[in-house]
Each structure stands twice: as C-alpha cells, then as structure tokens.
C-alpha cells in the first residue's frame, strides 16, 4: 500500500488483531520511506491504545512501543534511521510471561531494550482495531511512503523465522483450526471462453465451494451461480457482456 501524509492516508482495520491482555504477539513488516516529516507510524492498535506500535521518529529513527494493561507505557528507540526510497523489514516480539521484548531490523536483532523494563506477567492493553499508515487515533502521524506484508502473531516468532521474513518470503498461511477456514486461500488459475461458454478453475481450500458472479468490479451484491460444488472447475454459457466471478467457501 502507498501512503501519502498530505492526503491523510491509512488502512483501518477494524477489528482485535490481538486479544486484550495478550502475553505474547509479534508484529512485523516490509516499510520504504519515501519522505514526510514529523512522527510518522507504521502502525498502531486502535483506538486509544498502543498495545502494538511502531513509528519512524521526527529524526528518522525506527521506534517501537508496547502499552500494558497496567496503563505502563514502553519504549525502545533503536536509534537506526531508515534510508529514503529503500525496503527494510521490522519486526517486534513481545513476551510478557517474562517480561521482555525485542526488536528486529532487517532480519537482526537490534542492541536494544525497552524502557522502563516490562513487569513480568502482565499483558497488553486493550484494543479495538489497527491502524496501518497512521497512529492509533487516525488523526495525525500518517506515514509517507510504502507498507508491506504485515502481520500480526499472537506468539513470539524465533529470530530463523524473522530471518525468513527479512529474507524476501511471503508470511505463510496459519494452520487450519478445527471447525475454522482452510488454511490455504482458494485462488483461480484458469479462465477462458469456448464453444459460447466461460470456464473457471481454481486450487485450494476444501470443498464445497460457491461461484459467485456480478456486473462491477467493486459495486454490487455477489450472487450465486449454481449449487455449491465439490469440483475445483465450473463451466456455464456466456449471457452477460462484462461479468466478474470469485469462487467462496460456504
């Protein structure tokens, strides 16, 4: 995603993406500072808390934050300042079992410790949402440049799994919970036209699965074409000029 501070831009997601009182969670990802000024965040727990944070500092540097649920507020400035128009990834674990936490940048743990130290055993703030591009208020600190592959874990990733990350990879898919969506995203690999006819077919998830069609892109509402089925293929005569189709899990 591209962030522009002039125009106040910013991701809000609007849900926990840790629970409150959380004692372990890692947060990383891909940044490039392309320019702006001022305290610029990465990203940051919503709407009153920082559970989760970190910034680029008025100086430049790379900053991170914890807030716990004892209203403590922590802080570690690394003290590296991110070149303009270069990728660098982040990354924080937080282990408040034993009160401690880390930083890494570009895969390296960083030489430095949160201040004041962490009680140990207490757990995050509460939160009610994310914000990517912007601090916790929405309202001021946006980000200039680009944001990428973010994510949240709710336990402390080894410092080869940070180095993974850092190294170019895609964060992988969670594993499947029991009852839960499958841990791989249904994607569609193929689509052409013959004989009057559109043809789809699609790898991943688990069956059953749901076409879905509509006249936009971005407007209106998905319907449903035919029966959910248990084949990754679906063919069907041709009667719309444009048409978009994705294919669901029931």
Same mark, same amino acid.
């Given at each position: 995603?591209?962030?522009?501070?002039?125009?106040?831009? $910013?991701?809000?997601?609007?849900?926990?993406?840790?629970? #409150?009182?959380?004692?372990? $969670?890692?947060?990383?990802?891909?940044?490039?500072?392309?320019?702006?000024?001022?305290?610029?965040?990465?990203?940051?727990?919503?709407?009153?808390?920082?559970?989760?944070?970190?910034?680029?500092? /008025?100086?430049?540097?790379?900053?991170?934050?914890?807030?716990?649920?004892?209203?403590?507020?922590?802080?570690?400035?690394?003290?590296?300042?991110?070149?303009?128009?270069?990728?660098?990834?982040?990354?924080?674990?937080? #282990?408040?079992?034993?009160?401690?936490?880390?930083? $890494? $940048? #570009?895969?390296?743990? =960083?030489?430095?410790?949160?201040?004041?130290?962490?009680?140990?055993?207490?757990?995050?703030?509460?939160?009610?949402?994310?914000?990517?591009?912007?601090?916790?208020?929405?309202?001021?600190?946006?980000?200039?440049?680009?944001?990428?592959?973010?994510?949240?874990?709710?336990?402390?990733?080894?410092?080869?799994?940070?180095?993974?990350?850092?190294?170019?990879?895609?964060?992988?898919?969670? /594993?499947?919970? /029991?009852?839960?969506?499958?841990?791989?995203?249904?994607?569609?690999?193929?689509?052409?036209?013959?004989?009057?006819?559109?043809?789809?077919?699609?790898?991943?998830?688990?069956?059953?699965?749901? =076409?879905?069609?509509?006249?936009?892109?971005?407007?209106?509402?998905?319907?449903?074409?035919?029966?959910?089925?248990? #084949?990754?293929?679906?063919?069907? /005569?041709?009667?719309?000029?444009?048409?978009?189709?994705?294919?669901?899990?029931?």
């Amino acid at each position: 995603a591209s962030f522009s501070q002039a125009e106040e831009q $910013y991701v809000d997601v609007d849900r926990q993406v840790i629970v #409150d009182g959380a004692l372990s $969670y890692t947060s990383a990802g891909w940044f490039k500072v392309t320019g702006g000024e001022g305290r610029r965040f990465l990203w940051e727990t919503s709407p009153s808390n920082w559970a989760i944070s970190t910034e680029v500092t /008025p100086a430049g540097n790379v900053k991170a934050f914890a807030r716990l649920a004892d209203t403590s507020s922590h802080s570690a400035d690394t003290g590296i300042q991110a070149p303009l128009n270069e990728w660098h990834h982040i990354a924080v674990t937080f #282990d408040g079992a034993a009160g401690a936490a880390a930083v $890494y $940048y #570009d895969g390296a743990k =960083v030489d430095v410790v949160f201040e004041p130290e962490f009680p140990p055993g207490v757990g995050t703030a509460e939160t009610l949402g994310f914000h990517i591009g912007s601090f916790r208020g929405g309202s001021g600190r946006f980000f200039e440049g680009l944001i990428d592959e973010v994510g949240i874990w709710d336990r402390v990733l080894s410092q080869s799994e940070i180095g993974y990350l850092a190294g170019g990879n895609r964060i992988p898919n969670p /594993p499947a919970l /029991p009852g839960g969506p499958p841990s791989t995203p249904v994607e569609i690999t193929g689509v052409a036209i013959g004989d009057g006819n559109i043809q789809l077919s699609w790898e991943g998830g688990t069956p059953p699965y749901q =076409v879905q069609a509509r006249a936009s892109v971005s407007e209106g509402e998905w319907l449903n074409v035919g029966d959910p089925t248990s #084949d990754a293929s679906f063919e069907e /005569p041709m009667t719309e000029m444009i048409q978009f189709y994705r294919v669901v899990q029931p």
